[in-house]
């Protein structure tokens, strides 16, 4: 966008009427007396007016008058800042039925642009045909480039499923984008690619039966048990610690999941649990662990807790895999359950709050922020104005004379007095 | 027809008119030297030459003396004291007051009218009867000299008095009704007439080919016309470039034009226009010549005296 540093700099344009003017005002033509017109008559070829015949040389002039003005005001070019935009984002994989696909055509409704959450953020063209991306690809950094591309007051709408294992990493804090998510259940694909998670289940001696329990389940999901090597998952059952080669280097250790500790006092209470579609009695439990909600009981406190450290993820479990605290353990569906749950090929599709699966907000009026993409300078164009100047000037000379040279006449005859 | 004796004295008029006489005696002294003299074959008291007779001879012609000594048929033949009449017919319209682009050429008029005094001062050495017919204004002025003592002084005051104006009749007769009158004026007075000599001093731009068809009437009665054709240097070079206004001299018309676009076009049609000119009649009773303005006058006359001595 074009901009003077001394905005009085416009009257200066008012200058170009001035050759205008002048190129207007017509001035007498040398006059030459001739005995007949017959001979120029029979040869009928008006001569141009001046105005068409000169009209270079008041372009030439007018440029001329135009560059040095701009010049003299200040001509500075700023880049154009984009507005903010407003998008929604659709996670490849994503079924849009029901009331979801209301709430997604409201969105376009209102203005927001459909684009997929993929990247380069194509936009979306069709909705059962997303781009060939994973499903489970990180959605942070994604989030967090649209957050770098897009100018400051933008919005968007994410559609999809909270799965954890979309989130991986710490949860990152945008400045400019202000996301909200929007929670479409999905079924998750398929997994039949044999699991690789390594798994080790540590637990005191009254917790026997039910690390009993876990192994089994363990077993059933096809995860290997290992002792010597060191685990991805660990099941720590009771006030028992992990042993020093596990947590030696602690990045190797993926997962942590702990069931009720001991000290804890204990809540005796009929309340259900909702795993994978089914209902379990939950007869006693504690208080939920500290981290972020992930799963509620029936009465709406928090069973299953998630807190991080480091890079490895802490799961608390605000009960015992035993047959005394819940049915669940005892059933069928416990490996299945802990498969949805884990998903040992690296996939975890529990559900985490939506306002969890958004980034932190901090606008730009945050103190202390810093673009990541600060805009490009204003550029200085008064140089270039001076040079366009001198060479019109130039073209303005050399084409005068030309024109003063072929206007030249010999005067005239004068009557004898 | 003006018939008036010599205009009421005028001091600069007089001026003008002294300056043209001497204008023309030197005109006439300088187109002289070196001319011999005319010498025009036919009847007449003083013997010149016999000349052996041809088939188409009038037999009467037949010196019947000679053939009676010679058994041989001879004409005699002697020098003629042949009276031309001459007409000077000049042209006073407003494109006469052109001068041309250098200021040291004079205006057409200027010229014209010294030519036209000279002639009149040749035609009064010679003791032929003259007259003057100026034509501006759209009218002819005519000035008949018949019968006057000083015909010579009484021509230069109308020259001395002349200035261009206005076009030329666009009724073709006026001229030749002027003519016409003054030669019923001179009627039986003076020497006797052999032949017409009508000079036509103009720079030949015309409207509607007036000069054409008052020069026809000419030609139907047998005159013999002389055309100095006044030419100004500007007009057959037409040295201007770029944008000019064109004015027309007698009408006031003004044209713009782009000079340097239309100049071959002009050369051109300036060069054809004198062809036709000097073709118009297609005989030899039709003598064209283009007088330029910077050319010296004396030597126009002295090439009009030497085709005149062919004739």
């Known amino acids: ?340 749950l884990l998903e040992p090929d690296g996939r975890n599709t529990a559900p985490i709050a939506p306002e969890q699966a958004a980034p932190r907000f901090e606008p730009d009026s945050a103190p202390g922020f810093q673009s990541s993409t600060p805009r490009p300078p204003p550029r200085d164009l008064r140089a270039g104005c001076w040079l366009v100047g001198a060479a019109l000037f130039l073209v303005e000379r050399l084409l005068s004379a030309w024109v003063g040279r072929n206007r030249t006449t010999t005067p005239t005859a004068s009557p004898a007095s | ?89 000049l042209d006073a319209t407003g494109s006469m007051e052109h001068r041309g682009s250098s200021a040291h050429e004079p205006r057409k008029l200027d010229g014209a009218r010294a030519m036209a005094a000279a002639f009149a001062l040749i035609a009064q050495n010679q003791g032929d009867p003259f007259e003057l017919h100026t034509v501006g204004g759209g009218e002819v002025g005519s000035l008949s000299t018949a019968g006057c003592r000083e015909p010579f002084r009484r021509v230069i005051h109308r020259l001395a008095s002349l200035e261009p104006r206005g076009r030329w009749p666009a009724d073709p007769t006026h001229l030749a009704r002027a003519l016409h009158q003054t030669r019923n004026s001179r009627g039986s007075a003076g020497p006797a007439v052999t032949r017409q000599l009508t000079v036509l001093l103009t720079d030949g731009h015309e409207h509607d080919d007036e000069i054409r068809a008052a020069l026809a009437s000419l030609r139907a009665r047998r005159h013999e016309v002389l055309f100095l054709h006044f030419i100004a240097r500007d007009e057959c070079e037409f040295p201007y470039q770029g944008p000019v206004l064109l004015e027309e001299w007698e009408t006031g018309r003004t044209l713009e034009w782009e000079a340097s676009a239309v100049q071959q076009h002009l050369l051109n049609a300036g060069q054809s226009s004198r062809q036709a000119w000097s073709r118009a009649w297609g005989d030899s009773n039709f003598d064209y010549l283009p007088v330029f303005s910077d050319q010296p006058l004396e030597r126009c006359l002295r090439t009009v005296l030497r085709r005149r001595m062919r004739h």
């Not at chain 1, 903010?84 to 490849?92: M, S």
């Not at chain 1, 950094?141 to 559609?159: K, N, Y």
């Not at chain 1, 995860?223 to 190797?252: D, I, K, N, R």
């Not at chain 2, 004796?5 to 204008?23: G, K, M, N, S, Y």
Request: charged residues 20%; glycine residues 6%; aromatic residues 8%.
């Open chain 1, 1 to 340: 966008m074009v901009q003077l540093l001394q905005p009085l700099g416009w009257l200066a344009l008012g200058a170009v009427a001035v050759p205008i003017l002048i190129h207007l005002w017509r001035r007498p033509l040398p006059v030459v007396r001739v005995g007949s017109l017959r001979p120029f008559l029979a040869h009928r070829r008006p001569s141009r007016s001046r105005w068409v015949r000169e009209w270079p040389l008041l372009l030439l002039r007018c440029a001329l008058l135009i560059a040095l003005a701009l010049a003299f005001a200040g001509l500075v070019w700023t880049p154009r800042t984009p507005s903010p935009a407003r998008w929604c984002l659709l996670l490849p994989g994503t079924n849009l039925r029901e009331n979801h696909l209301n709430e997604w055509q409201e969105r376009l409704a209102q203005g927001f642009e459909p684009r997929w959450l993929a990247p380069g953020f194509p936009k979306v063209v069709n909705r059962e045909s997303s781009p060939e991306v994973s499903v489970e690809a990180p959605v942070w950094p994604l989030l967090s480039e649209v957050d770098r591309t897009l100018v400051p007051g933008s919005e968007a709408w994410v559609f999809g499923p909270t799965w954890r294992s979309l989130f991986q990493g710490n949860r990152p804090t945008v400045s400019r984008l202000r996301v909200q998510w929007h929670d479409v259940p999905t079924t998750p694909p398929a997994v039949s690619e044999p699991s690789s998670v390594r798994a080790g289940v540590v637990h005191s001696a009254d917790r026997m039966l039910d690390a009993d329990s876990v192994r089994a389940a363990l077993e059933a999901m096809g995860v290997a048990l290992v002792t010597h090597e060191v685990p991805s998952l660990v099941f720590q059952l009771g006030a028992v610690p992990l042993p020093a080669s596990w947590t030696e280097p602690a990045s190797q250790l993926v997962q942590v999941i702990r069931d009720a500790p001991e000290s804890a006092e204990i809540l005796v209470e009929d309340r259900r649990i909702d795993v994978d579609g089914e209902t379990f009695a939950l007869r006693q439990r504690v208080a939920a662990g500290p981290g972020v909600p992930i799963f509620r009981d029936s009465h709406g406190d928090p069973w299953l807790t998630e807190e991080r450290q480091g890079s490895a993820v802490l799961w608390n479990v605000a009960f015992r895999f035993h047959p005394d605290w819940t049915d669940w353990p005892l059933e069928a569906s416990f490996p299945r359950g802990w498969r949805r």
């Open chain 2, 1 to 89: 027809m003006d018939a008036t004796p010599i205009p009421p004295r005028d001091a600069p008029l007089l001026a003008v008119a002294e300056q043209l006489t001497l204008i023309a005696r030197r005109l006439v002294a300088g187109a002289l030297a070196g001319l011999h003299a005319s010498l025009h074959p036919g009847r007449s008291d003083e013997f010149s030459q016999y000349r052996a007779y041809q088939p188409g001879d009038e037999p009467r012609q037949i010196d019947w003396k000679l053939f009676a000594r010679s058994d041989r048929y001879f004409l005699r033949e002697s020098d003629v004291d042949a009276h031309v009449a001459v007409a000077l017919i």
